[in-house]
């Protein structure tokens, strides 16, 4: 039954949380996180009624030819107009990402040093750890995603940071690499940290199911656009696929208004999130509007990357996104920090990529798109990516940030 395979529609979102003046000094890392309570408001309050997909029916072949496209139908529709997707997958459970996040809070906490010396800034820092101040928000540098930003409705306007984000993150690549590749260093071997011995079996036991779940969509949203249903799963074999979890330190940068991400899109295929311990994601859906997202226990967020955008002509367009603390934030560090729990949030995210030497293109009917010629031209995964990564200052054919 078509039915069983979706959830009722309820509530995704958090109610919007307010968009806080990032000078307000309204609360400050410390002893006690005071939570403000006079805030302008300047997030809509409504709330999306989006239905969380169930992908076990699908999974378990247990439903009919025709209700496979209806339900691929509802994927493609839902990543046109919202660029996002919720669903739930077996597969992917809450202990996996309880064991998950619990490795990287004790990952995160270590010493600078410790974590330094997992860093390859000369690969780009595509393996092992990224520190926070290196990633900068293209709109940092980004003359037109200023404008964008400006010309946003008050209400839902993104924080414009003042500069590279306070998260750190460690990147783990996921899934056979290809022999012979022209971007090796996109696909260059794993980082395993000192003093974990776990690591690479959580790190890879989490990803691969975050992966699946990524694959399934893929080929559920290819059938649902009218393309060949493993048009995109193809494209994605040997990717360079990362799961890329962010590290917050919230003791230092638990503030309301602290840009823990700022206002970006992802440059990879599709991103799959699952559920942080911490709330202060909020994405943006293709008519504008900016939703806080709060996750049901169990579901996976999906949001289009710039290679589901290249490869539809646009049809489907990548998803804005940025990571503030707000005051549900503080509110989830008071509850942590009574319960001698972490103070960093992690977020345990996929980067579900194209593979490096395929091109992007738009494919079939969506070569048609108006402007996918001139916005859209052919070319290799792996060059798109550096291009991005020269733009995000992760590149080391860019200047290294002080
Ligand atoms: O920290 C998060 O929840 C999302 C981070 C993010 O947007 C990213 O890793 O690209
Ligand atoms: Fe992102």
């Given at each position: 039954m078509l039915h069983s395979a979706l959830c009722p529609p309820k509530l995704i979102y958090d109610r919007p949380e307010p968009c806080i003046?990032?000078?307000?000094?309204s609360s400050s890392a410390g002893a006690s996180f005071p939570v403000a309570d006079e805030q302008p408001a300047c997030s809509p309050s409504v709330g999306l009624d989006l239905p969380v997909i169930d992908l076990s029916p699908f999974l378990q072949r247990s439903i009919s030819d025709a209700e496979v496209f209806r339900l691929s139908q509802q994927i493609a529709d839902s990543l046109h107009k919202t660029s996002c997707l919720i669903v739930r997958d077996p597969r992917v459970g809450i202990d996996d990402s309880d064991e998950f996040l619990d490795m990287l809070e004790r990952y995160f906490a270590q010493s600078l040093q410790a974590k330094l010396a997992d860093s390859r800034p000369q690969l780009h820092y595509q393996v092992g750890s990224t520190p926070e101040g290196v990633e900068l928000p293209k709109c940092v540098m980004d003359p037109a995603m200023q404008q964008a930003i400006a010309a946003q409705p008050t209400a839902h306007r993104a924080t414009l940071p003042q500069?590279?984000?306070?998260k750190w993150r460690f990147m783990w690549r996921l899934g056979p690499r290809p022999a012979q590749t022209s971007y090796a260093e996109l696909n260059s071997p794993a980082i395993i940290p000192a003093g974990f011995p776990n690591w690479e079996h959580t790190m890879n036991s989490w990803g691969t199911k975050m992966l699946a779940a990524v694959e399934a969509v893929a080929e559920l949203a290819a059938n649902g656009l009218g393309l060949p249903a493993a048009a995109f799963t193809s494209l994605m074999e040997q990717g360079p696929h990362l799961l890329a979890p962010t590290g917050c330190n919230l003791e230092e940068y638990g503030r309301v208004g602290t840009c823990i991400a700022g206002f970006h899109y992802d440059l990879n295929f599709l991103t799959i999130h699952g559920r942080a311990r911490f709330p202060g994601l909020f994405i943006w859906l293709r008519d504008g509007t900016r939703v806080a997202v709060k996750m049901p226990a169990g579901c996976l967020l999906l949001q289009a990357g710039k290679q589901l955008e290249w490869l539809t002509g646009g049809h489907i367009r990548a998803g804005m996104h940025e990571v503030l603390c707000t005051q549900a934030t503080v509110r989830a560090m008071n509850e942590a920090k009574a319960a001698g729990r972490s103070l960093w949030r992690v977020s345990s995210t996929v980067f579900g990529h194209v593979a490096s030497d395929r091109i992007l293109v738009p494919l079939g009917p969506f070569a048609l798109q108006p402007g996918a010629a001139s916005q859209y031209p052919q070319v290799a995964a792996g060059a798109q990516v550096q291009q991005e990564l020269d733009a995000i200052r992760l590149s080391s054919n860019t200047a290294r940030p002080q």
């Open positions: 003046d990032v000078s307000a000094d500069g590279p984000d306070c």
